[in-house]
């Protein structure tokens, strides 16, 4: 799995919640699917598949998120191919 290498960033993740997830994941051109989890947890999808292929989740996103959790669905959108830099950037942790 690919790491954070921006660790003055890092301590940032700690406030992150499934709405700055939601707002992120659209800027950068995912799905932000909230049929999937009744309320409990939403599911980041590639908007190249429908969102019933299973080829589509990239990661899931519970309501309530800790440091741990958040990074490893930044680190889940790395290795689906996204750059650090422009994950933070669309968490407007960096310009």
């Known amino acids: ?10 301590s940032a993740l700690n406030n992150i919640t499934q ?9 950068l051109g995912l799905v932000f699917d909230v ?10 999808r590639d908007s190249n598949y429908p969102i ?8 899931t996103v519970p309501k309530k998120l800790y440091k741990k959790m958040n990074i490893i669905i930044f680190e889940q959108l790395m290795v689906f191919g ?7 950037k669309a968490l407007k942790l960096m310009k």
Do not use: F, N, P, Y
């Open 1 to 10: 799995m690919s790491s954070i290498e921006r660790v003055d960033l890092r």
């Open 19 to 27: 709405k700055d997830w939601k707002e992120a994941v659209k800027r």
């Open 35 to 44: 049929s999937s989890g009744r309320g409990s947890h939403c599911v980041i």
């Open 52 to 59: 019933t292929d299973i080829r589509s989740l990239v990661s």
């Open 82 to 88: 996204l750059g650090e830099d422009d994950i933070w």
